[in-house]
């Protein structure tokens, strides 16, 4: 999602740029005003992946978004007026074949849910969301997708297996304000997996409070480590302890800041040591297990160089930059 005023084109046009390149594929954008609607047509013209219109309060908002182009709306149950004017979107976003996705999100629940249920439970997520679905079918729209986010992993995961038991719309998964850096990012990835081990979800979202690109490449990690994303390039490394022969850190940290963005399913081991190297190294499409003045470089599974521990780096990205891997390997 979109991290800077959606007036602001040129800003949101490099987050656009950065979370594709990143592997991302949607990018929303908070429209919390006309001045923000009428940039949309801009900024839908010229993403490199499809646009969703993130619209709050003002069904008017949404009408104009649909207008610039955008390819999905997101609402929130109860917050944009009156069961009428939440008809009058759906109908325009039929006629144009956009689909909503209905976004329950635990801090913005109407308030007779919260005073039925005493807090935002699963229950009145999902009691949420059915009311808008109901809304929704009273004029024949059914291009739904349902989204039930709460900044608490369980409440996630007990919300959507609730839903999904007694509907069958897709759903788009996440963990809502989870914070940054590590707190944000554990919490993420055991919302997601929790819910993606149980077959559901269609798209996610990792809600952190840093860039965007950088949610796409923590959420492309946890669908690659669920075995559901196979295409991005992987490093591994070793944790270190005394027994390194190298600095590990810096090789692999080096190796990683011109790699990450490559899209290919390729494992690049960096190891630092005599015990784990040579196997973790060998069980890699490319990899290296140092020594104590010079290193084994690896490829599918044979040492095919020898190198200075100070020409470590340009050997292994020499390596990537000419791999081809075997469809049979």
């Not at 796409?216 to 991005?232: H, K, Q, S, T």
């Amino acid at each position: 999602m979109a991290k800077t005023d959606t007036t602001d084109v040129a800003g949101v046009m490099a987050q656009a740029e950065a979370v594709h390149r990143a592997g991302g594929d949607l990018f929303r954008v908070s429209v919390p005003d006309e001045d923000s609607a009428r940039a949309l047509a801009e900024i839908v013209k010229n993403s490199p992946i499809p646009i969703i219109a993130d619209i709050h309060f003002d069904y008017r908002l949404a009408l104009m978004s649909l207008e610039a182009g955008v390819a999905k709306l997101r609402i929130n149950p109860g917050n944009i007026g009156s069961a009428e004017k939440v008809r009058i979107v759906a109908r325009e976003a039929k006629d144009r074949g956009v689909p909503i996705r209905v976004g329950v999100n635990a801090g913005s629940l109407p308030h007779d849910l919260l005073k039925k249920y005493g807090a935002p439970t699963p229950e009145a997520m999902v009691e949420a969301a059915a009311r808008e679905i109901e809304i929704l079918r009273e004029v024949d729209f059914e291009d739904i997708v349902i989204s039930l986010k709460s900044s608490s992993p369980m409440d996630t995961l007990r919300a959507n297996l609730l839903f999904a038991q007694k509907f069958n719309y897709p759903l788009h998964i996440g963990v809502t304000e989870s914070g940054f850096g590590y707190q944000g990012i554990i919490a993420s990835t055991v919302g997601l997996a929790l819910v993606l081990y149980h077959g559901i979800g269609d798209t996610v979202r990792v809600s952190l409070t840093d860039p965007p690109d950088f949610e796409v490449r923590v959420a492309r990690e946890i669908l690659r480590d669920l075995g559901l994303r196979e295409y991005w390039i992987r490093l591994i490394s070793c944790p270190t302890c005394a027994r390194r022969r190298a600095d590990v850190s810096a090789v692999a940290r080096e190796i990683w800041d011109k790699i990450k963005d490559i899209q290919t399913d390729l494992t690049v081991a960096v190891m630092g040591c005599e015990v784990n190297g040579p196997g973790e190294a060998r069980e890699a499409d490319i990899g290296v297990a140092c020594g104590q003045n010079f290193s084994l470089i690896f490829e599918r599974g044979e040492v095919v160089e020898r190198v200075d521990n100070d020409k470590i780096v340009d050997a292994i990205l020499r390596r990537i930059t000419g791999y081809k891997k075997p469809k049979n390997f």
